[in-house]
């Protein structure tokens, strides 16, 4: 029955006056209603205090990718790529822009904002060139957040991202950022699918505006029966959605977020964009991340540990390093500290200086550790590397008394102790992921829709009453009883299931038993009542729409008041 309350509202939050709306059929809003209770309990619902007396509920994200597999809409047809023109390649990533952003920041020791609450140009211009989002990537999915004036869109939506997954936090006085080394090691300690999958999550609940037919395209797209590496087309997608009846047309305002989601996701290094040979705007998933759900239910089928394969990287003797997509973050993290960045692609490119050996020096690494790092985790490091290196870290220990400077053109800070200051966050390796990551979204900058974390939990779970308003001055035979009435008994008993929205139970002089669903009464002394015919039993039952019924036509009724769950 939770099909029915996600076609109507999808993830959004709604009303008990408003479940009568998601009643289509046979199947009423009176039955609905009687078995929120269970779904409160079950975790497919959640519910929040909107007022002190008022509450509202939505389903849960968890929820969704099971309602998905009942509702096991028609998959699109694959279409044959051969002759398609790319016009939009998967981008870095977004995890990719997170983990580059996230660094940087981490070697500043901090992102400081001026004293009118913005960041200076010039370091925006510097992150720009870490990150590869730009604004034409996201501008048609009309994002807002408070810092439009001077944020670009590319940047905002990565500082957003970071705020949101509590990777950095803000300083009491709101005077910079600054990298969270507990959630980072935590972040870290994921392999490349969770992060995908957490981050698609914060995509879905904080990124889509509050349509219902947005959210069904939107999870639409991420369903598994659109296989990796097939093209389709944008038109069978939407034809999939109008065949199973989660939208009743394709409005011009969906279509045309459609087009720029799909472009966002591209750029979120995710799928890829072309056009067949009618010009016809065609996709195909290169890594199609999979929701907090599915991945977990995945998980549950396999023995495996989470964690990445823990790949090797090549050292060069030319100084340069080579470090394929399965090497660990935690890896990474080091190198972005050690090393030059020279390509940052599927494969990453990094070069040892001895500029980036002296700001390694002045956070902390020294070109000893850096040696014992690669030696654990490339296919072995050159004799010349390892000479280099040795050559720095006998140069760098005579400068106890006097300031370090080199090619990085910055004074090295010493403690008491006369050892570099720390400023660069040392995460070490040794945790698994769990699939669960605690999110911060009253930190985050960008909210399209709902927001439930500004909403207080609602425990109650609702009774009879409140359920069925009025339930205790409706006569008990009216519901355990099927009888004859009078007729303006029996307009009275039509005009309650009206108000419950519930089904009436009539045996028809015809002899057939049925359920009535009442839609509206006309008439004075000899009135008609107008509804929708239910015949047959259980799964053989069928629905008779906009049927006239006289009082003459049944001999007894009685309320069709469902059990609550």
């Known amino acids: 029955m939770i099909e029915y309350l996600y076609r109507r509202f999808a993830g959004l939050p709604f009303t008990l006056d408003h479940v009568n709306g998601a009643a289509a059929g046979r199947v009423s809003g009176a039955e609905l209603r009687a078995l929120i209770p269970g779904m409160l309990r079950s975790g497919q619902l959640i519910a929040m205090k909107r007022s002190r007396d008022e509450r509202i509920y939505c389903i849960s994200r968890s929820a969704i990718p099971g309602i998905w597999e009942e ?142 037919g947005i959210w069904h395209i939107a999870y639409r797209l991420v369903q598994p029966d659109l296989a990796m590496a097939h093209w389709y087309s944008v038109d069978s997608l939407l034809q999939s959605l109008l065949e199973s009846g989660l939208i009743a047309r394709v409005a011009d305002r969906e279509q045309s977020w459609l087009y720029g989601w799909l472009f966002a996701l591209s750029a979120f290094g995710w799928l890829e964009l072309g056009r067949d040979t009618e010009e016809d705007l065609i996709f195909r998933w290169c890594n199609r991340p999979r929701l907090k759900g599915e991945f977990l239910a995945a998980r549950e089928q396999h023995s495996n540990p989470a964690g990445e394969p823990g790949g090797r990287c090549y050292v060069q003797p030319d100084f340069e390093i080579l470090v394929p997509p399965d090497v660990s973050l935690h890896i990474r993290w080091e190198l972005e500290c050690c090393c030059e960045c020279l390509v940052n692609d599927r494969m990453t490119v990094y070069r040892l200086t001895r500029s980036r050996a002296v700001h390694a020096y002045q956070r902390g690494r020294t070109p000893l550790d850096l040696l014992e790092l690669l030696t654990s ?79 207080e939990p609602a425990t109650e779970i609702p009774g009879a009453e409140e359920l069925f308003p009025g339930r205790s001055r409706v006569p008990s035979m009216w519901i355990r009883e099927r009888r004859q009435y009078h007729d303006s008994t029996a307009r009275s008993l039509m005009d309650q299931a009206m108000l419950w929205r519930t089904g009436v139970e009539m045996n028809l002089k015809s002899g057939e038993c049925a359920v009535f669903l009442p839609v509206q009464i006309t008439g004075e002394h000899r009135w008609m009542v107008r509804g929708n015919l239910v015949r047959g039993e259980s799964q053989d039952r069928h629905v008779e729409e906009g049927i006239l019924l006289t009082p003459d036509q049944w001999e007894e009724i009685g309320l069709l008041l469902p059990l609550i769950n």
Not at 401 to 412: I, R, V
Not at 441 to 452: C, E, K, L, M
Request: hydrophobic residues 40%; aromatic residues 6%; glycine residues 8%.
């Open 377 to 455: 985790c490339s296919h072995g490091v050159p004799g010349n590397i390892a000479q280099v290196l040795t050559d720095w870290e006998c140069e760098f220990g005579g400068t106890e008394q006097h300031q370090l400077t080199g090619e990085a053109g910055q004074s090295l800070a010493l403690n008491e102790r006369k050892q570099p200051v720390l400023l660069y966050p040392r995460i070490k390796p040794g945790m698994h992921g769990s699939g669960t990551f605690a999110t911060r979204h009253d930190a985050a900058w960008i909210n399209q829709g709902f927001r439930a974390y500004l909403y």
């Open 71 to 212: 509702l096991k809409p028609a998959a699109p047809k694959a279409r044959d790529g051969s002759m398609a023109r790319r016009i939009k390649e998967p981008g870095n990533g977004l995890a990719a822009d997170l983990f580059r952003t996230l660094s940087w920041i981490g070697q500043q020791g901090f992102l400081p904002f001026t004293s009118k609450g913005t960041i200076h140009r010039r370091t925006i211009d510097k992150l720009h060139e870490v990150i590869s989002l730009h604004e034409e990537d996201l501008s048609a999915l009309g994002l807002q957040h408070p810092h439009q004036t001077w944020c670009p869109l590319g940047l905002a939506v990565v500082l957003d991202m970071l705020l949101s997954l509590g990777l950095l936090s803000q300083d009491q006085d709101s005077s910079c950022l600054t990298v969270a080394p507990e959630q980072l090691s935590a972040w870290l300690a994921l392999d490349a699918s969770e992060r995908d999958t957490i981050l698609l999550q914060e995509l879905l609940d904080r990124y889509l505006p509050d349509e219902p």
